[in-house]
């Protein structure tokens, strides 16, 4: 039964187990919750299509069945990113300093990240994934204009990189700047989502790392996510994108 699994991990209601994955091998990438009678698992690879959920009565076989299943039966669907035709590869020369000057340049030359250049709104975009999909996108203004915006409504967070320890920042671009280190995610302007929350819980260890000038928003958000996984806090004195690397190691 699915409580031999459960009793393996010991895992209780509402708790997170973050593990080897059973589908593609992937080093603790997978992530097995019990939460309300139900069994939910999910693995963050981005090659790995392992996920989904099951009434906690479900044998151990069956579930480990289930997930390794073809993708086509596990996966939830989602609806990809419709690339916009204006949405360009080729970068002009001012998008290209502003990866440079913020260290983005890295994360996209190591595929830790996918960027268009809007040519409409002269903006570089981060797609936005999720269950190895671009869903979404945000965009960074390379002149006057609204400094982000946001092309859809997911609720789904940029995530870049991949790690046991979650770096939580404030944008895409920190998110990249970082990714080296871990998997960063940026809070693009808000507070935690609800679905930023649970992705967080995945992750045995939590680093926020946000400016001087948001450590009253670092405090915040480091008692809430102490309730769920253990949290640190990292007060920098600019914001981590300013940083070489090697700064938050």
């Known amino acids: 039964m699915i409580q031999d699994l459960i009793n393996d991990l010991l895992l209780m209601d509402g708790e997170t187990k973050r593990i080897n994955c059973?589908?593609?091998?992937?080093?603790?990438?997978?992530?097995?919750?019990?939460?309300?009678?139900?069994?939910?698992?999910?693995?963050y690879k981005a090659s790995c299509n392992a996920k989904g959920a099951t009434p906690a009565s479900m044998s151990r076989d069956t579930l480990i069945t289930r997930i390794t299943k073809p993708p086509e039966i596990t996966q939830k669907r989602v609806v990809p990113l419709v690339v916009p035709s204006h949405f360009s590869s080729y970068f002009p020369e001012r998008m290209v300093q502003y990866m440079d000057k913020n260290n983005v340049t890295n994360a996209w030359k190591e595929g830790r990240v996918e960027l268009f250049h809007d040519v409409v709104q002269n903006r570089a975009v981060f797609t936005i994934a999720s269950a190895g999909k671009a869903v979404d996108a945000v965009g960074r203004a390379l002149g006057r204009g609204m400094k982000w915006h946001r092309y859809e409504n997911t609720g789904e967070p940029f995530i870049a990189g991949l790690g046991e320890t979650l770096y939580i920042v404030e944008d895409a671009a920190s998110a990249c700047a970082i990714s080296h280190?871990?998997?960063?995610?940026?809070?693009?302007?808000?507070?935690?989502?609800?679905?930023?929350?649970?992705?967080?819980?995945?992750?045995?260890?939590?680093?926020?790392?946000?400016?001087?000038?948001?450590?009253r928003k670092a405090l915040s958000l480091t008692k809430r996510l102490k309730q769920f996984t253990d949290t640190t806090m990292r007060i920098l004195k600019y914001d981590p994108k300013e940083y070489p690397e090697g700064v938050l190691a």
């Not at 593609?24 to 019990?34: E, H, L």
């Not at 679905?195 to 001087?212: E, F, G, P, T």
């Open 181 to 215: 280190y871990g998997t960063a995610m940026a809070l693009l302007g808000t507070n935690l989502s609800d679905r930023a929350v649970n992705i967080a819980k995945s992750y045995s260890n939590c680093v926020v790392c946000l400016d001087k000038d948001a450590s």
């Open 22 to 43: 059973p589908n593609c091998a992937g080093v603790k990438t997978f992530t097995i919750t019990s939460k309300e009678g139900l069994v939910v698992w999910n693995c």
